[in-house]
């Protein structure tokens, strides 16, 4: 799936599409999420991923700056090494976000931030 949504992105992706990309029925995808926009905004559960791959509790522990960003960026090449699909997806989803996605996705880091699920 993420594949297909990062070739296509938003716009051009259908549900339909990835419902038979991931080999469910669309219907438990309405069923999940209710729509489209509800899935793209499910993206902090990769996001959250991420974080863990990269060990950001532990690298904001070091005392040397150098050695904390050392320590980062060999974590990030090798999560983008083994998960490039992935990792491409929630870049983009957070730095290319469609504008019709945009309040939607403020209002949920927000909530985030505030510790909401």
């Not at 938003?10 to 999940?32: D, Q, R, W």
């Not at 929630?90 to 309040?103: F, G, N, R, S």
Request: with cysteine; glycine share 4%.
């Amino acid at each position: 799936m993420f594949v297909l949504v990062c070739a296509s992105w938003y716009k051009n992706t259908s549900t339909e599409m990835i419902a038979e990309v991931a080999g469910t029925p669309k219907a438990l995808i309405f069923h999940h999420f209710r729509n489209k926009t509800k899935l793209y905004l499910k993206l902090e559960y990769c996001s959250r991923k991420i974080g863990a791959e990269l060990k950001l509790d532990t690298v904001l522990a070091y005392d040397d700056f150098f050695q904390a960003i050392d320590e980062f960026s060999r974590l990030k090449f090798n999560y983008i090494r083994n998960s490039p699909d992935e990792y491409k997806l929630v870049y983009e989803a957070l730095y290319l976000t469609p504008d019709e996605l945009k309040p939607d996705l403020q209002e949920k880091v927000r909530g985030c931030n505030r510790g909401e699920p």
